[in-house]
T-cell receptor, first 116, second 114 residues
Framework: AQKITQTQPGMFVQEKEAVTLDCTYD???????LFWYKQPSSGEMIFLIY??????QNATEGRYSLNFQKARKSANLVISASQLGDSAMYFC?????????????FGTGTRLLVSP | NAGVTQTPKFQVLKTGQSMTLQCAQD?????MSWYRQDPGMGLRLIHY???????DQGEVPNGYNVSRSTTEDFPLRLLSAAPSQTSVYFC?????????????FGPGTRLTVT
């Protein structure tokens, strides 16, 4: 079974608008962490935001926020006020206590295109 | 700090050749990992290490060897390259000290096997 599911292969958004990238996960662990990474066309993996399973508040980092719904096992990334430089692949990833905190499982990614 | 460095950036191999992808980190992280990225499949874990002298297999270990003799270095060896190993390879390091085990990625190595 897929541990991380990203159902949107591609998303389009206009500059200055907000966009939500979906991520659902599957785990029986109580302790886990969720990450979002951005991969621009240059290829590097850039950390965006982290949410721990015990964190009560949704994580925010500048224009990025994570809509964490634990009961639904979803961890959607919200990008506010999109910019042209946000065009990239976005990956959701999870680490679990029972498989080792140092291992990440990734989703297949969502390609975001921001148009002027 | 250089962070996580990988060499080479690009490599072309013929089927059956062997080579080593180099990875080094200068953050004194205890954990290091190798991932491969194929189109449409996200990143998949090949091997990982929880400290010098300790390594273990990830999701897709076949055809690869690793060792970790120092905290800083974690080379990935392809013993006999196959076209199925054409991929982009990322090395990453992390630490329990930040509480979230955030993985810091190297810039990647693009490998083509013909």
């Amino acid at each position: 079974a897929q541990k991380i599911t990203q159902t949107q292969p591609g998303m389009f958004v206009q500059e200055k608008e907000a966009v939500t990238l979906d991520c659902t996960y599957d785990t029986s662990d109580q302790s886990y962490g969720l990450f979002w990474y951005k991969q621009p066309s240059s290829g590097e993996m850039i950390f965006l935001i982290y949410q721990g399973s015990y964190d009560e508040q949704n994580a925010t980092e500048g224009r990025y926020s994570l809509n964490f719904q634990k009961a639904r096992k979803s961890a959607n990334l919200v990008i506010s006020a999109s910019q042209l430089g946000d065009s990239a692949m976005y990956f959701c990833a999870m680490r679990e206590m029972n498989t080792g905190f140092q291992k990440l499982v990734f989703g297949t990614g969502t390609r975001l295109l921001v148009s002027p | 700090n250089a962070g996580v460095t990988q060499t080479p950036k690009f490599q072309v191999l013929k089927t059956g050749q062997s080579m080593t992808l180099q990875c080094a980190q200068d953050m004194n992280h205890e954990y290091m990992s190798w991932y491969r990225q194929d189109p449409g499949m996200g990143l998949r874990l090949i091997h990982y290490s929880v400290g010098a002298g300790i390594t273990d297999q990830g999701e897709v270990p076949n055809g690869y060897n690793v060792s970790r003799s120092t905290t800083e270095d974690f080379p990935l060896r392809l013993l006999s390259a196959a076209p199925s190993q054409t991929s982009v390879y990322f090395c990453a390091s992390s630490s329990r000290q930040d509480g979230r085990y955030e993985q810091y990625f190297g810039p990647g190595t693009r490998l083509t096997v013909t």
